[in-house]
């Protein structure tokens, strides 16, 4: 059932589509212009606003293509305190390139991650900056329409099908529905590990997908906690953690929290949350706070668990006393496919780039 909020924000709704319906249009129909590069392009992004599982299925690719390609990640960088076109560094901060950013670079210090507003730009920059680059993996670019990718996938939440969720104000939707033709692979998101074969088949016939669409499914896993600050560098494993019977304070600043809490669940039911807005930036007094919480907690057997994003916003806080640092995990989320696709999904990237890539016969044939 729909709320008031609902009915008083759909009008906002109907204008925005408008809007949305004619940029889509002019881009379509050339009026605007996509740029082309000649290097193969891959864009992740999502018609929902957040919440999708972008990260991990970005950090899959880089896993999947980093030992045979020079890779390249460019994001918009959002929520940084910055404007201008940066090459990050080891030493880049959150706040310099963004949550997202600085987790990719830390987490995969051998590929070059960039951030640019313009992505057009971007490209080009990282194209001087970077020799023999052969693929630039576009983060949360579905709607940035100025590049044309060479290959486009776009992630949908199991949970939030696209035909029971609206435009932006009144629900979630960035677009509509019919623009996931825009896509070459659509990634069917945070799945049960499980999925029914009529579940299945359901999303795929709710998806009235195009035949040049390829359909995948995945789900998101959870693995072992890791320490938050180098205070400590014991991890702990499932059982330890189980077998002390903790009370979690668990601390989020994501778009949805829920697989978060769905994880934590698994160690304990004695739970106390703070959730704060996706890419929050924590000030002092919030630390204050989640400390004030922890230790009014009861329980001898107590830790805090975090994201992998919010640990990039929180690791600038290097005066936080010893005990709590030492109490501080955040759970690290990967995917895996569903129904045996892992090889297709894996064969489809790697065949993109290496027909692609400048330096192959098939794309000297094209040029």
Same mark, same amino acid.
């Given at each position: 059932?729909?709320?008031?909020?609902?009915?008083?924000?759909?009008?906002?709704?109907?204008?925005?589509?408008?809007?949305?319906?004619?940029?889509?249009?002019?881009?379509?129909?050339?009026?605007?212009?996509?740029?082309?590069?000649?290097?193969?392009?891959?864009?992740?992004?999502?018609?929902?606003?957040?919440?999708?599982?972008?990260?991990?299925?970005?950090?899959?690719?880089?896993?999947?293509?980093?030992?045979?390609?020079?890779?390249?990640?460019?994001?918009?960088?959002?929520?940084?305190?910055?404007?201008?076109?940066?090459?990050?560094?080891?030493?880049?901060?959150?706040?310099?390139?963004?949550?997202?950013?600085?987790?990719?670079?830390?987490?995969?210090?051998?590929?070059?991650?960039?951030?640019?507003?313009?992505?057009?730009?971007?490209?080009?920059?990282?194209?001087?900056?970077?020799?023999?680059?052969?693929?630039?993996?576009?983060?949360?670019?579905?709607?940035?329409?100025?590049?044309?990718?060479?290959?486009?996938?776009?992630?949908?939440?199991?949970?939030?099908?696209?035909?029971?969720?609206?435009?932006?104000?009144?629900?979630?939707?960035?677009?509509?529905?019919?623009?996931?033709?825009?896509?070459?692979?659509?990634?069917?998101?945070?799945?049960?590990?499980?999925?029914?074969?009529?579940?299945?088949?359901?999303?795929?016939?709710?998806?009235?997908?195009?035949?040049?669409?390829?359909?995948?499914? *995945?789900?998101?896993?959870? +693995?072992?906690?890791?320490?938050?600050?180098?205070? =400590? $560098? %014991?991890?702990? /494993? #499932?059982? @330890?953690?189980?077998?002390?019977?903790?009370?979690?304070?668990?601390?989020?600043?994501?778009?949805?929290?829920?697989?978060?809490?769905?994880?934590?669940?698994?160690?304990?039911?004695?739970?106390?949350?703070?959730?704060?807005?996706?890419?929050?930036?924590?000030?002092?007094?919030?630390?204050?706070?989640?400390?004030? *919480?922890?230790?009014?907690? +009861?329980?001898?057997?107590?830790?805090?668990?975090? =994201? $992998? %994003?919010?640990? /990039? #916003?929180? @690791?600038?806080?290097?005066?936080?006393?010893?005990?709590?640092?030492?109490?501080?995990?955040?759970?690290?989320?990967?995917?895996?496919?569903?129904?045996?696709?892992?090889?297709?999904?894996?064969?489809?990237?790697?065949?993109?780039?290496?027909?692609?890539?400048?330096?192959?016969?098939?794309?000297?044939?094209?040029?």
């Amino acid at each position: 059932m729909k709320g008031a909020w609902f009915y008083l924000l759909y009008p906002f709704s109907l204008v925005y589509g408008l809007v949305v319906y004619i940029r889509n249009f002019l881009f379509d129909y050339q009026i605007i212009k996509s740029s082309e590069f000649n290097i193969p392009i891959i864009c992740v992004g999502n018609i929902t606003a957040g919440g999708t599982g972008k990260t991990p299925h970005i950090e899959y690719l880089i896993r999947l293509l980093k030992y045979e390609f020079n890779v390249a990640c460019l994001s918009r960088g959002y929520k940084r305190n910055t404007r201008k076109y940066i090459l990050a560094d080891q030493s880049s901060t959150a706040e310099e390139i963004g949550d997202e950013a600085r987790q990719i670079k830390k987490k995969f210090p051998d590929i070059h991650v960039a951030v640019d507003r313009n992505r057009v730009n971007g490209i080009t920059r990282l194209m001087q900056d970077v020799k023999d680059l052969d693929v630039i993996l576009l983060d949360d670019a579905f709607q940035h329409r100025y590049v044309k990718a060479g290959l486009s996938i776009l992630l949908i939440d199991y949970n939030r099908p696209l035909d029971k969720d609206h435009l932006l104000p009144a629900g979630l939707l960035r677009e509509q529905p019919f623009e996931k033709k825009r896509a070459n692979i659509i990634l069917v998101t945070k799945c049960p590990e499980r999925l029914k074969p009529i579940d299945r088949r359901l999303v795929v016939k709710n998806l009235t997908l195009f035949p040049f669409q390829h359909l995948y499914f *995945t789900h998101l896993k959870d +693995e072992l906690p890791r320490p938050v600050f180098k205070s =400590t $560098e %014991k991890v702990l /494993t #499932r059982d @330890e953690i189980k077998n002390m019977k903790p009370h979690i304070l668990m601390i989020a600043g994501i778009a949805n929290p829920r697989s978060l809490k769905k994880f934590v669940r698994n160690y304990s039911t004695h739970i106390t949350d703070i959730v704060y807005p996706d890419h929050y930036s924590f000030t002092n007094k919030d630390i204050d706070n989640i400390i004030s *919480t922890f230790n009014s907690m +009861e329980g001898n057997e107590k830790i805090i668990f975090t =994201t $992998e %994003k919010d640990t /990039t #916003r929180l @690791e600038k806080f290097t005066d936080i006393d010893i005990k709590i640092k030492d109490r501080m995990y955040f759970i690290p989320v990967t995917i895996n496919f569903l129904n045996e696709d892992t090889d297709n999904f894996n064969q489809h990237i790697l065949s993109y780039v290496r027909d692609n890539k400048r330096n192959s016969i098939l794309y000297k044939k094209k040029d």
